[in-house]
T-cell receptor, first 111, second 115 residues
Framework: DVKVTQSSRYLVKRTGEKVFLECVQDMDHENMFWYRQDPGLGLRLIYFSYDVKMKEKGDIPEGYSVSREKKERFSLILESASTNQTSMYLC????WGDGYTFGSGTRLTVV | KNQVEQSPQSLIILEGKNCTLQCNYTVSPFSNLRWYKQDTGRGPVSLTI?????NTKSNGRYTATLDADTKQSSLHITASQLSDSASYIC??????????????FGSGTRLSIRP
């Protein structure tokens, strides 16, 4: 089975801190994604990547950046965390034309 | 505009009862539709995938139906168990090979099973 591992289940950070969320997948998938999930809003795409060093903005990229230096690892970076970035963050990976495999999620609280 | 709408928003049923969750979509051109189950605090897990030509697909006590003409799908859960308590998310993909923005998520139905 494909495994998508997010490095932290829970994180608490202070406003203004730089935050790194890490995601690793072990099945050589080309595509990796970062979503945030908020009550009543469903999943919203932040960024995705279809190859090493390639990235594209999703629907809500403001305040975020990403890094994909290796195929198996996709990092989400909050340059200066704000309270409105408190959310559940989900990483996913996929092959072209296939469905997603999701990680377990990271619940980030910014205080 | 590509949209996926799910109903009801939340549902409470007694253990052992059946229930049906609805998904209506306007995504075009349609490629496939998936139902995911998401336990609290966890990432979504795929239950079923249906393409244009498939009307029904089962996965244990879960049965998904698809009507491509009316652009509706349903997820039927038979003989519910306490472990079925979760959010169920409908996800529709358009025929775009590369763009992740062509994958549209519904907001989900939160199902609670009471003993």
């Amino acid at each position: 089975d494909v495994k998508v591992t997010q490095s932290s289940r829970y994180l608490v950070k202070r406003t203004g801190e730089k935050v790194f969320l890490e995601c690793v997948q072990d099945m050589d998938h080309e595509n990796m994604f970062w979503y945030r999930q908020d009550p009543g809003l469903g999943l919203r795409l932040i960024y995705f990547s279809y190859d090493v060093k390639m990235k594209e903005k999703g629907d809500i990229p403001e305040g975020y950046s990403v890094s994909r230096e290796k195929k198996e690892r996709f990092s989400l970076i909050l340059e200066s965390a704000s309270t409105n970035q408190t959310s559940m963050y989900l990483c996913a990976s996929s092959l072209w034309g296939d469905g997603y495999t999701f990680g377990s999620g990271t619940r980030l609280t910014v205080v | 505009k590509n949209q996926v709408e799910q109903s009801p928003q939340s549902l409470i049923i007694l253990e052992g009862k059946n229930c049906t969750l609805q998904c209506n979509y306007t995504v075009s051109p349609f490629s496939n539709l998936r139902w995911y189950k998401q336990d609290t605090g966890r990432g979504p897990v795929s239950l079923t995938i249906m393409t244009f030509s498939e009307n029904t697909k089962s996965n244990g006590r879960y049965t998904a139906t698809l009507d491509a003409d009316t652009k509706q799908s349903s997820l039927h859960i038979t003989a519910s168990q306490l472990s079925d308590s979760a959010s169920y998310i409908c996800v529709v993909s358009a025929k775009a090979y590369s763009s992740a923005s062509k994958i549209i998520f519904g907001s989900g139905t939160r199902l609670s099973i009471r003993p």
